[in-house]
Protein backbone atom coordinates (compact mmCIF):
# COMPACT_ATOMS: atom_id res chain seq x y z
CA UNK A 1 0.00 0.00 0.00
CA UNK A 2 1.43 2.97 -1.20
CA UNK A 3 2.15 5.83 1.82
CA UNK A 4 1.11 8.75 -0.34
CA UNK A 5 -1.90 8.52 -2.49
CA UNK A 6 -0.31 9.70 -6.56
CA UNK A 7 -2.75 9.07 -8.61
CA UNK A 8 -4.94 11.81 -9.99
CA UNK A 9 -8.82 10.58 -9.61
CA UNK A 10 -9.19 11.74 -13.14
CA UNK A 11 -7.25 9.46 -14.73
CA UNK A 12 -8.49 6.19 -12.60
CA UNK A 13 -10.40 3.95 -15.30
CA UNK A 14 -12.67 2.76 -12.01
CA UNK A 15 -13.87 4.10 -9.01
CA UNK A 16 -11.78 5.09 -5.99
CA UNK A 17 -11.56 2.09 -3.95
CA UNK A 18 -10.70 3.90 -0.68
CA UNK A 19 -13.09 6.54 -1.41
CA UNK A 20 -15.34 6.19 1.46
CA UNK A 21 -11.93 7.07 3.67
CA UNK A 22 -10.93 10.06 1.76
CA UNK A 23 -14.71 11.35 2.56
CA UNK A 24 -13.83 10.84 6.32
CA UNK A 25 -10.60 13.05 5.68
CA UNK A 26 -12.85 15.29 4.14
CA UNK A 27 -15.48 15.61 7.04
CA UNK A 28 -12.73 15.46 9.87
CA UNK A 29 -11.20 19.00 7.87
CA UNK A 30 -15.17 20.12 7.31
CA UNK A 31 -15.45 19.35 11.56
CA UNK A 32 -13.01 21.76 12.42
CA UNK A 33 -13.92 24.59 10.32
CA UNK A 34 -17.26 24.51 11.17
CA UNK A 35 -16.55 23.97 15.22
CA UNK A 36 -14.30 27.13 15.13
CA UNK A 37 -16.86 29.14 15.21
CA UNK A 38 -19.59 27.35 17.24
CA UNK A 39 -17.02 26.68 19.80
CA UNK A 40 -15.95 30.33 20.36
CA UNK A 41 -19.56 30.79 21.31
CA UNK A 42 -19.15 29.44 24.77
CA UNK A 43 -15.43 30.32 25.38
CA UNK A 44 -16.41 33.86 24.65
CA UNK A 45 -17.29 35.00 28.12
CA UNK A 46 -13.88 33.84 29.49
CA UNK A 47 -12.05 35.22 27.00
CA UNK A 48 -13.98 39.17 27.11
CA UNK A 49 -13.21 38.60 31.45
CA UNK A 50 -9.02 37.39 30.37
CA UNK A 51 -8.55 40.30 27.97
CA UNK A 52 -11.05 43.02 28.91
CA UNK A 53 -12.74 42.89 25.58
CA UNK A 54 -15.43 45.42 24.67
CA UNK A 55 -18.64 44.38 23.31
CA UNK A 56 -16.88 45.63 19.71
CA UNK A 57 -13.96 43.53 20.70
CA UNK A 58 -16.56 40.62 21.02
CA UNK A 59 -17.86 41.06 17.82
CA UNK A 60 -14.96 41.26 15.52
CA UNK A 61 -13.44 38.32 16.99
CA UNK A 62 -16.55 36.04 16.35
CA UNK A 63 -16.55 38.35 13.17
CA UNK A 64 -12.90 38.06 11.91
CA UNK A 65 -12.89 34.54 11.14
CA UNK A 66 -16.33 35.07 8.81
CA UNK A 67 -15.14 38.06 6.46
CA UNK A 68 -12.51 36.59 5.19
CA UNK A 69 -14.13 33.15 4.93
CA UNK A 70 -16.86 34.45 2.68
CA UNK A 71 -14.97 36.55 0.69
CA UNK A 72 -12.10 34.77 -0.80
CA UNK A 73 -14.12 31.19 -1.08
CA UNK A 74 -14.82 31.82 -4.73
CA UNK A 75 -11.32 32.74 -5.84
CA UNK A 76 -9.53 29.73 -3.76
CA UNK A 77 -12.58 27.53 -5.19
CA UNK A 78 -11.25 28.20 -8.25
CA UNK A 79 -7.36 28.30 -7.98
CA UNK A 80 -7.69 24.86 -6.67
CA UNK A 81 -9.80 23.77 -9.41
CA UNK A 82 -6.74 25.18 -11.87
CA UNK A 83 -4.13 23.81 -9.82
CA UNK A 84 -4.81 21.05 -6.86
CA UNK A 85 -7.80 20.57 -4.53
CA UNK A 86 -6.20 18.58 -2.66
CA UNK A 87 -3.17 21.05 -2.39
CA UNK A 88 -5.44 23.77 -1.64
CA UNK A 89 -6.88 21.15 1.15
CA UNK A 90 -3.29 21.00 2.46
CA UNK A 91 -2.25 24.49 2.05
CA UNK A 92 -6.06 25.50 4.17
CA UNK A 93 -4.99 22.97 6.83
CA UNK A 94 -1.75 24.25 7.46
CA UNK A 95 -2.72 27.97 7.20
CA UNK A 96 -6.02 27.22 10.26
CA UNK A 97 -3.44 25.41 12.36
CA UNK A 98 -1.17 28.09 11.98
CA UNK A 99 -3.83 30.74 12.98
CA UNK A 100 -5.20 28.50 15.72
CA UNK A 101 -1.22 28.02 17.39
CA UNK A 102 -1.08 32.38 16.75
CA UNK A 103 -4.60 32.34 18.68
CA UNK A 104 -3.26 30.46 21.86
CA UNK A 105 -0.47 32.49 22.18
CA UNK A 106 -2.62 35.60 21.54
CA UNK A 107 -2.42 37.93 24.69
CA UNK A 108 -4.83 40.53 22.97
CA UNK A 109 -7.98 42.22 21.52
CA UNK A 110 -5.91 42.45 18.33
CA UNK A 111 -3.65 39.51 18.07
CA UNK A 112 -7.16 37.16 18.72
CA UNK A 113 -8.74 39.24 15.99
CA UNK A 114 -5.71 38.76 13.80
CA UNK A 115 -5.59 34.88 14.61
CA UNK A 116 -9.23 34.27 13.57
CA UNK A 117 -8.70 35.92 10.70
CA UNK A 118 -5.62 33.54 9.32
CA UNK A 119 -8.13 30.64 10.63
CA UNK A 120 -10.51 32.34 8.32
CA UNK A 121 -8.05 32.04 5.35
CA UNK A 122 -7.61 28.40 6.09
CA UNK A 123 -10.99 27.76 5.84
CA UNK A 124 -11.77 29.88 2.70
CA UNK A 125 -9.58 27.16 1.06
CA UNK A 126 -10.32 24.10 2.67
CA UNK A 127 -14.51 24.47 2.76
CA UNK A 128 -14.66 24.32 -1.36
CA UNK A 129 -11.83 21.81 -1.56
CA UNK A 130 -13.53 19.61 0.62
CA UNK A 131 -16.99 19.45 -1.38
CA UNK A 132 -14.90 19.86 -4.51
CA UNK A 133 -12.81 16.36 -3.99
CA UNK A 134 -15.92 15.17 -2.61
CA UNK A 135 -17.56 15.31 -6.01
CA UNK A 136 -14.60 14.65 -8.16
CA UNK A 137 -13.50 11.19 -6.04
CA UNK A 138 -17.59 9.94 -6.08
CA UNK A 139 -19.33 8.21 -8.84
CA UNK A 140 -22.33 10.02 -9.49
CA UNK A 141 -24.64 7.16 -8.61
CA UNK A 142 -23.02 7.71 -4.99
CA UNK A 143 -22.19 11.27 -4.68
CA UNK A 144 -26.02 11.88 -3.01
CA UNK A 145 -24.99 10.02 -0.30
CA UNK A 146 -21.94 11.00 0.39
CA UNK A 147 -23.04 14.80 0.13
CA UNK A 148 -25.15 13.48 2.54
CA UNK A 149 -22.72 12.07 5.35
CA UNK A 150 -20.93 15.68 4.37
CA UNK A 151 -24.10 17.75 5.15
CA UNK A 152 -24.50 15.81 8.15
CA UNK A 153 -21.18 16.51 9.29
CA UNK A 154 -21.50 19.91 8.86
CA UNK A 155 -25.14 20.05 11.30
CA UNK A 156 -23.01 17.56 13.64
CA UNK A 157 -19.83 20.16 14.07
CA UNK A 158 -22.84 22.82 14.41
CA UNK A 159 -23.84 20.88 17.90
CA UNK A 160 -20.36 19.30 18.69
CA UNK A 161 -18.44 22.74 19.11
CA UNK A 162 -19.89 23.92 22.15
CA UNK A 163 -19.44 20.52 24.01
CA UNK A 164 -15.78 20.06 23.28
CA UNK A 165 -15.45 23.97 23.91
CA UNK A 166 -17.07 23.32 27.57
CA UNK A 167 -15.18 20.38 28.29
CA UNK A 168 -11.68 22.06 27.34
CA UNK A 169 -12.83 25.02 29.57
CA UNK A 170 -13.81 23.12 32.80
CA UNK A 171 -10.18 22.60 33.13
CA UNK A 172 -8.11 25.03 30.86
CA UNK A 173 -8.54 28.61 29.47
CA UNK A 174 -10.32 30.00 26.48
CA UNK A 175 -6.83 29.70 24.63
CA UNK A 176 -7.26 25.91 24.59
CA UNK A 177 -10.31 26.02 22.11
CA UNK A 178 -7.78 27.26 19.52
CA UNK A 179 -4.86 24.95 20.39
CA UNK A 180 -7.13 21.92 20.11
CA UNK A 181 -7.51 22.49 16.56
CA UNK A 182 -3.54 21.55 15.78
CA UNK A 183 -3.45 18.16 16.64
CA UNK A 184 -6.82 17.42 14.28
CA UNK A 185 -5.16 19.71 11.38
CA UNK A 186 -1.95 17.66 11.52
CA UNK A 187 -3.85 14.86 11.27
CA UNK A 188 -6.02 15.51 8.59
CA UNK A 189 -3.12 16.10 6.09
CA UNK A 190 -1.24 13.05 6.87
CA UNK A 191 -4.71 11.32 6.16
CA UNK A 192 -5.11 13.85 3.43
CA UNK A 193 -1.58 12.61 1.60
CA UNK A 194 -2.56 9.26 2.36
CA UNK A 195 -6.32 8.58 1.66
CA UNK A 196 -7.17 11.36 -0.95
CA UNK A 197 -6.57 11.64 -4.51
CA UNK A 198 -5.01 14.59 -6.34
CA UNK A 199 -7.68 16.14 -8.32
CA UNK A 200 -7.92 19.00 -10.72
CA UNK A 201 -9.72 20.62 -13.94
CA UNK A 202 -7.72 19.97 -17.48
CA UNK A 203 -8.39 21.46 -20.36
CA UNK A 204 -9.74 18.66 -22.07
CA UNK A 205 -12.58 18.98 -19.29
CA UNK A 206 -12.97 22.37 -20.39
CA UNK A 207 -11.00 23.48 -17.37
CA UNK A 208 -9.90 27.43 -17.18
CA UNK A 209 -7.00 28.18 -19.44
CA UNK A 210 -6.56 31.19 -17.48
CA UNK A 211 -8.21 32.19 -14.24
CA UNK A 212 -10.69 35.14 -14.03
CA UNK A 213 -8.58 36.94 -11.55
CA UNK A 214 -10.56 40.37 -12.29
CA UNK A 215 -13.93 38.23 -11.83
CA UNK A 216 -12.20 36.70 -8.62
CA UNK A 217 -10.92 39.71 -6.80
CA UNK A 218 -14.35 41.43 -8.15
CA UNK A 219 -15.88 38.96 -6.19
CA UNK A 220 -13.69 39.21 -3.00
CA UNK A 221 -14.37 42.93 -3.06
CA UNK A 222 -18.48 42.50 -3.03
CA UNK A 223 -18.44 39.91 -0.78
CA UNK A 224 -16.45 40.90 1.59
CA UNK A 225 -18.13 44.16 1.78
CA UNK A 226 -21.41 42.99 2.09
CA UNK A 227 -20.56 40.73 5.18
CA UNK A 228 -18.41 44.10 6.54
CA UNK A 229 -21.86 45.89 6.40
CA UNK A 230 -24.10 43.10 7.71
CA UNK A 231 -21.79 43.13 10.51
CA UNK A 232 -20.86 46.65 11.26
CA UNK A 233 -24.38 48.28 10.41
CA UNK A 234 -26.62 46.44 12.58
CA UNK A 235 -24.28 46.21 15.65
CA UNK A 236 -22.32 48.98 15.11
CA UNK A 237 -24.65 51.72 13.87
CA UNK A 238 -25.06 52.98 10.26
CA UNK A 239 -22.26 55.06 9.81
CA UNK A 240 -19.94 56.18 7.16
CA UNK A 241 -17.82 52.55 7.55
CA UNK A 242 -21.53 50.84 7.12
CA UNK A 243 -22.71 52.99 4.57
CA UNK A 244 -19.17 53.20 2.53
CA UNK A 245 -19.55 49.25 2.72
CA UNK A 246 -23.01 49.20 1.38
CA UNK A 247 -22.08 51.46 -1.53
CA UNK A 248 -18.68 48.82 -2.34
CA UNK A 249 -20.98 46.14 -2.14
CA UNK A 250 -23.73 47.04 -4.34
CA UNK A 251 -21.07 48.90 -7.27
CA UNK A 252 -19.23 45.50 -6.83
CA UNK A 253 -21.73 43.24 -7.30
CA UNK A 254 -23.04 45.07 -10.11
CA UNK A 255 -19.15 44.90 -11.73
CA UNK A 256 -18.97 41.60 -11.17
CA UNK A 257 -22.00 40.41 -12.40
CA UNK A 258 -21.40 42.93 -15.83
CA UNK A 259 -17.68 41.29 -16.16
CA UNK A 260 -18.72 38.11 -15.80
CA UNK A 261 -21.30 38.12 -18.27
CA UNK A 262 -18.84 39.19 -20.94
CA UNK A 263 -16.42 37.19 -19.85
CA UNK A 264 -15.55 33.80 -21.69
CA UNK A 265 -13.87 31.67 -19.31
CA UNK A 266 -15.84 33.74 -15.91
CA UNK A 267 -15.41 32.45 -12.23
CA UNK A 268 -19.12 32.12 -12.07
CA UNK A 269 -20.92 31.94 -14.77
CA UNK A 270 -24.09 34.02 -13.36
CA UNK A 271 -26.32 32.65 -15.95
CA UNK A 272 -26.76 29.68 -13.86
CA UNK A 273 -28.84 31.79 -11.36
CA UNK A 274 -31.85 31.35 -14.34
CA UNK A 275 -32.05 27.71 -13.54
CA UNK A 276 -34.70 27.46 -10.52
CA UNK A 277 -33.36 24.54 -8.92
CA UNK A 278 -29.75 25.80 -8.62
CA UNK A 279 -31.49 29.31 -7.65
CA UNK A 280 -33.98 27.23 -5.23
CA UNK A 281 -31.47 25.82 -3.64
CA UNK A 282 -29.15 28.80 -3.23
CA UNK A 283 -31.91 30.60 -1.71
CA UNK A 284 -32.65 27.25 0.45
CA UNK A 285 -29.46 27.29 1.93
CA UNK A 286 -28.80 30.76 2.52
CA UNK A 287 -32.15 31.27 4.55
CA UNK A 288 -31.91 27.94 6.62
CA UNK A 289 -28.31 29.22 7.77
CA UNK A 290 -29.58 32.51 8.70
CA UNK A 291 -32.56 31.06 10.79
CA UNK A 292 -29.81 27.40 12.58
CA UNK A 293 -27.08 30.74 13.21
CA UNK A 294 -29.56 33.09 14.37
CA UNK A 295 -31.24 30.77 16.71
CA UNK A 296 -27.99 29.02 17.86
CA UNK A 297 -26.52 32.29 18.40
CA UNK A 298 -29.64 33.17 20.80
CA UNK A 299 -30.26 29.34 22.29
CA UNK A 300 -26.92 29.13 23.92
CA UNK A 301 -27.31 32.77 25.35
CA UNK A 302 -30.29 31.45 27.30
CA UNK A 303 -29.29 28.75 27.94
CA UNK A 304 -26.17 29.61 29.58
CA UNK A 305 -27.46 33.43 31.46
CA UNK A 306 -30.58 32.25 32.03
CA UNK A 307 -31.01 28.79 32.53
CA UNK A 308 -27.73 29.31 34.30
CA UNK A 309 -25.63 26.14 32.65
CA UNK A 310 -22.00 26.39 32.04
CA UNK A 311 -20.53 26.09 29.38
CA UNK A 312 -20.29 22.05 28.94
CA UNK A 313 -23.56 21.92 30.36
CA UNK A 314 -24.81 24.37 27.79
CA UNK A 315 -22.88 21.95 25.01
CA UNK A 316 -24.83 18.68 25.99
CA UNK A 317 -27.90 19.83 25.93
CA UNK A 318 -27.15 20.99 22.32
CA UNK A 319 -26.90 17.25 21.34
CA UNK A 320 -30.39 16.60 20.54
CA UNK A 321 -30.33 18.63 17.74
CA UNK A 322 -26.64 16.99 15.85
CA UNK A 323 -28.67 13.90 16.98
CA UNK A 324 -31.92 14.76 15.07
CA UNK A 325 -29.33 15.93 11.93
CA UNK A 326 -28.14 12.25 11.45
CA UNK A 327 -31.68 11.02 11.59
CA UNK A 328 -33.42 13.64 9.44
CA UNK A 329 -29.67 13.24 6.94
CA UNK A 330 -30.99 9.52 6.87
CA UNK A 331 -34.44 10.09 5.64
CA UNK A 332 -33.25 12.74 3.12
CA UNK A 333 -31.38 9.40 1.73
CA UNK A 334 -34.16 7.42 1.34
CA UNK A 335 -36.66 9.91 0.41
CA UNK A 336 -35.01 12.27 -2.24
CA UNK A 337 -34.92 9.73 -4.90
CA UNK A 338 -38.55 8.64 -4.05
CA UNK A 339 -40.24 12.42 -4.13
CA UNK A 340 -37.89 14.62 -5.20
CA UNK A 341 -35.91 17.44 -3.41
CA UNK A 342 -38.83 20.06 -4.18
CA UNK A 343 -40.67 17.72 -1.42
CA UNK A 344 -37.97 17.06 1.06
CA UNK A 345 -36.72 20.39 0.63
CA UNK A 346 -39.72 22.05 1.49
CA UNK A 347 -40.61 19.96 4.55
CA UNK A 348 -37.51 20.55 5.97
CA UNK A 349 -37.81 24.56 5.16
CA UNK A 350 -41.36 24.13 6.70
CA UNK A 351 -40.03 22.01 9.47
CA UNK A 352 -37.34 24.50 10.45
CA UNK A 353 -40.48 27.91 10.53
CA UNK A 354 -42.35 25.45 12.70
CA UNK A 355 -38.89 24.95 15.17
CA UNK A 356 -38.55 28.79 15.30
CA UNK A 357 -42.66 29.02 15.50
CA UNK A 358 -42.55 26.85 18.72
CA UNK A 359 -39.52 28.93 20.37
CA UNK A 360 -42.18 31.67 20.58
CA UNK A 361 -43.64 30.29 23.80
CA UNK A 362 -40.53 30.79 25.38
CA UNK A 363 -40.87 32.84 28.73
CA UNK A 364 -38.72 33.54 31.71
CA UNK A 365 -40.43 30.10 33.54
CA UNK A 366 -39.35 28.03 30.75
CA UNK A 367 -37.10 25.23 31.37
CA UNK A 368 -34.76 23.09 29.51
CA UNK A 369 -37.60 20.85 28.53
CA UNK A 370 -39.37 23.42 26.43
CA UNK A 371 -36.36 23.80 24.07
CA UNK A 372 -36.16 19.68 22.92
CA UNK A 373 -38.61 20.07 20.63
CA UNK A 374 -37.80 22.68 18.83
CA UNK A 375 -33.60 21.48 18.75
CA UNK A 376 -35.05 17.84 17.29
CA UNK A 377 -37.45 19.64 15.06
CA UNK A 378 -34.61 21.67 13.83
CA UNK A 379 -32.24 19.08 13.29
CA UNK A 380 -34.22 17.37 11.27
CA UNK A 381 -35.17 19.88 9.05
CA UNK A 382 -31.36 20.31 8.75
CA UNK A 383 -31.01 16.80 7.88
CA UNK A 384 -33.43 16.95 5.47
CA UNK A 385 -33.25 20.43 3.26
CA UNK A 386 -29.41 20.36 3.09
CA UNK A 387 -27.91 17.81 1.49
CA UNK A 388 -30.42 17.91 -1.53
CA UNK A 389 -29.84 21.68 -2.21
CA UNK A 390 -25.92 20.70 -1.91
CA UNK A 391 -26.54 17.72 -4.19
CA UNK A 392 -28.25 20.22 -7.13
CA UNK A 393 -25.67 23.37 -6.49
CA UNK A 394 -23.06 20.94 -7.28
CA UNK A 395 -24.90 19.12 -10.02
CA UNK A 396 -24.82 22.12 -11.37
CA UNK A 397 -21.17 22.35 -12.65
CA UNK A 398 -18.83 20.36 -14.60
CA UNK A 399 -15.97 18.41 -13.60
CA UNK A 400 -13.87 20.97 -14.28
CA UNK A 401 -15.61 23.82 -11.73
CA UNK A 402 -16.26 21.57 -9.02
CA UNK A 403 -14.33 24.11 -6.36
CA UNK A 404 -16.59 26.58 -8.24
CA UNK A 405 -19.77 24.51 -7.14
CA UNK A 406 -18.38 23.93 -3.65
CA UNK A 407 -17.55 27.83 -3.20
CA UNK A 408 -20.79 28.85 -4.49
CA UNK A 409 -22.52 26.53 -1.98
CA UNK A 410 -20.81 27.51 1.22
CA UNK A 411 -20.36 31.32 -0.05
CA UNK A 412 -24.61 31.11 0.69
CA UNK A 413 -24.30 29.14 3.65
CA UNK A 414 -21.90 31.68 4.96
CA UNK A 415 -24.01 34.73 3.74
CA UNK A 416 -27.12 32.96 5.09
CA UNK A 417 -25.25 32.33 8.83
CA UNK A 418 -23.84 36.39 9.09
CA UNK A 419 -27.51 37.71 8.28
CA UNK A 420 -28.97 35.46 10.31
CA UNK A 421 -26.89 36.61 13.49
CA UNK A 422 -26.89 40.58 12.29
CA UNK A 423 -30.47 40.75 11.36
CA UNK A 424 -31.79 38.01 14.49
CA UNK A 425 -29.09 39.15 17.03
CA UNK A 426 -29.69 42.87 16.30
CA UNK A 427 -33.37 42.08 16.42
CA UNK A 428 -32.98 40.28 19.42
CA UNK A 429 -30.65 43.07 21.29
CA UNK A 430 -33.25 46.08 20.33
CA UNK A 431 -36.12 43.88 21.77
CA UNK A 432 -34.02 43.32 25.71
CA UNK A 433 -33.52 46.64 25.52
CA UNK A 434 -36.98 47.72 24.99
CA UNK A 435 -38.56 45.11 27.40
CA UNK A 436 -35.74 45.55 30.15
CA UNK A 437 -36.25 49.34 30.07
CA UNK A 438 -40.37 48.45 30.50
CA UNK A 439 -39.75 45.97 33.21
CA UNK A 440 -37.92 48.83 35.07
CA UNK A 441 -40.14 51.42 34.59
CA UNK A 442 -40.36 53.13 37.87
CA UNK A 443 -37.44 51.35 39.17
CA UNK A 444 -34.74 53.61 41.19
CA UNK A 445 -32.14 52.37 39.78
CA UNK A 446 -29.70 54.97 38.01
CA UNK A 447 -29.77 55.53 34.05
CA UNK A 448 -26.23 54.86 33.99
CA UNK A 449 -26.17 51.04 35.51
CA UNK A 450 -29.27 50.51 33.30
CA UNK A 451 -27.84 51.56 30.55
CA UNK A 452 -25.15 49.08 31.17
CA UNK A 453 -27.64 46.54 31.96
CA UNK A 454 -29.80 46.96 28.43
CA UNK A 455 -26.26 45.74 26.76
CA UNK A 456 -26.55 42.48 26.88
CA UNK A 457 -28.27 40.05 29.00
CA UNK A 458 -24.68 38.98 30.37
CA UNK A 459 -24.34 42.50 31.21
CA UNK A 460 -27.78 42.50 33.06
CA UNK A 461 -27.05 39.57 35.35
CA UNK A 462 -23.81 41.27 35.94
CA UNK A 463 -26.10 44.40 37.41
CA UNK A 464 -28.55 42.22 39.13
CA UNK A 465 -25.09 40.43 40.61
CA UNK A 466 -23.70 44.16 41.98
CA UNK A 467 -26.29 44.87 43.66
CA UNK A 468 -26.57 41.52 45.32
CA UNK A 469 -22.60 42.28 46.05
CA UNK A 470 -23.87 45.61 47.69
CA UNK A 471 -26.31 44.57 49.83
CA UNK A 472 -23.80 41.56 50.93
CA UNK A 473 -21.53 44.26 52.03
CA UNK A 474 -24.28 45.94 53.67
CA UNK A 475 -25.59 42.88 55.89
CA UNK A 476 -21.83 42.22 56.97
CA UNK A 477 -21.28 45.64 58.02
CA UNK A 478 -24.74 45.68 60.17
CA UNK A 479 -23.19 42.25 61.61
CA UNK A 480 -20.13 44.32 62.90
CA UNK A 481 -22.11 47.62 64.17
CA UNK A 482 -21.82 48.20 67.64
CA UNK A 483 -24.82 50.28 67.38
CA UNK A 484 -27.81 49.14 67.37
CA UNK A 485 -29.58 51.60 65.81
CA UNK A 486 -27.33 51.81 63.14
CA UNK A 487 -26.91 47.82 62.70
CA UNK A 488 -31.07 47.90 62.25
CA UNK A 489 -30.61 50.53 59.56
CA UNK A 490 -27.83 48.53 57.10
CA UNK A 491 -29.89 45.75 57.84
CA UNK A 492 -32.99 47.44 56.22
CA UNK A 493 -30.87 48.66 53.03
CA UNK A 494 -29.34 45.32 52.94
CA UNK A 495 -33.07 43.75 52.44
CA UNK A 496 -33.87 46.02 50.45
CA UNK A 497 -31.37 46.17 47.91
CA UNK A 498 -31.21 41.66 48.16
CA UNK A 499 -35.02 42.10 46.76
CA UNK A 500 -33.97 44.73 44.39
CA UNK A 501 -31.13 42.05 43.07
CA UNK A 502 -33.84 39.33 42.94
CA UNK A 503 -36.34 41.84 40.87
CA UNK A 504 -33.30 43.04 38.70
CA UNK A 505 -32.56 39.33 37.96
CA UNK A 506 -35.78 38.10 37.24
CA UNK A 507 -36.43 41.54 34.94
CA UNK A 508 -33.06 40.72 32.69
CA UNK A 509 -34.76 37.08 32.42
CA UNK A 510 -38.12 37.96 31.75
CA UNK A 511 -37.10 40.73 29.31
CA UNK A 512 -34.27 38.20 27.72
CA UNK A 513 -37.20 35.60 27.31
CA UNK A 514 -39.50 37.60 25.64
CA UNK A 515 -36.85 38.99 23.41
CA UNK A 516 -35.85 35.20 22.26
CA UNK A 517 -39.51 34.40 21.11
CA UNK A 518 -40.40 37.74 19.36
CA UNK A 519 -37.01 36.82 17.55
CA UNK A 520 -37.77 33.27 16.78
CA UNK A 521 -41.27 34.59 15.33
CA UNK A 522 -39.48 37.35 13.22
CA UNK A 523 -37.05 34.22 12.61
CA UNK A 524 -40.38 32.23 11.44
CA UNK A 525 -42.18 34.97 9.26
CA UNK A 526 -38.62 35.33 7.45
CA UNK A 527 -38.38 31.38 6.85
CA UNK A 528 -41.74 30.60 6.70
CA UNK A 529 -42.08 33.32 3.21
CA UNK A 530 -38.74 31.95 2.16
CA UNK A 531 -40.20 28.18 1.55
CA UNK A 532 -42.99 29.06 0.10
CA UNK A 533 -40.70 30.74 -2.76
CA UNK A 534 -38.36 27.90 -2.54
CA UNK A 535 -41.31 25.67 -3.23
CA UNK A 536 -42.37 27.88 -6.11
CA UNK A 537 -38.85 27.64 -7.54
CA UNK A 538 -37.77 24.39 -7.00
CA UNK A 539 -39.14 22.16 -10.55
CA UNK A 540 -41.89 19.47 -9.41
CA UNK A 541 -40.14 16.21 -10.99
CA UNK A 542 -36.40 15.60 -11.97
CA UNK A 543 -37.29 15.58 -15.49
CA UNK A 544 -38.19 18.66 -14.99
CA UNK A 545 -35.04 19.67 -13.57
CA UNK A 546 -32.71 17.45 -16.00
CA UNK A 547 -34.42 19.33 -19.00
CA UNK A 548 -33.99 22.87 -17.23
CA UNK A 549 -30.08 21.51 -17.03
CA UNK A 550 -30.10 20.89 -20.25
CA UNK A 551 -31.67 24.17 -21.05
CA UNK A 552 -29.13 26.05 -19.52
CA UNK A 553 -25.86 24.12 -20.76
CA UNK A 554 -26.87 25.19 -23.99
CA UNK A 555 -27.62 28.96 -23.06
CA UNK A 556 -24.02 28.50 -21.27
CA UNK A 557 -22.65 27.21 -24.32
CA UNK A 558 -23.53 29.44 -26.85
CA UNK A 559 -22.74 32.83 -24.83
CA UNK A 560 -19.03 31.22 -24.38
CA UNK A 561 -18.95 30.46 -27.95
Known sequence: MRLVANEPVERMDRPYARRWWALLVLCLSLLIIVMANTALTVAAPDMTRDLGLSSADLQW??????????????????????????GALILGLVVFGGGAVFGYLADSSTTVIAARAV??????????????????????????????????TAGLAIAAGPVVAGALLRRHGWASTFLINVPIAAVAIVAALALVPPSKAHRGDGGPARIDYVGGLLSVLWTGSLIYMIIEGPHFGWGAK????????????????????????PVLDVRRFANRRFAGSNIAVALFFLAVFGAFYYLTQHLQFVLGYDALETGLRMLPLAGAVLVG???????????????????????????????????????YGDFVAPLIVLGLSIGLALSPCTDAIMGAFPESELGVGGATNDTSLELGGSL??????????????????????????????????????????????????KARGLAAQAARASDPHQAAQLKGQAQALTAGARQMAHAVGSSFSDAVAHTSLVGAVILGVGTLLVTVLLPRREHDAAKEQAEEKELVDSAAA
Not at 130 to 149: G, H, V
Not at 245 to 265: D, N
Not at 341 to 351: F, I, L, P, R, S
Not at 428 to 457: E, M
Open 61 to 86: VIDGYTVPYAALMLLLGVIGDKYSRR
Open 119 to 152: MGVGAALIMPATLSLLAATFPREERAKAITLWTA
Open 242 to 265: AVTAAVVAGVGLLAFVLWELRHPR
Open 329 to 367: SALTGYLTPRVGMKWTVGAGMAGGTTALALLTRVDVSSS
Open 420 to 469: GIAILGSLLSTSYDHHLGDATKGSKLPAHTLATAQDSVGAGYAVARGIGD
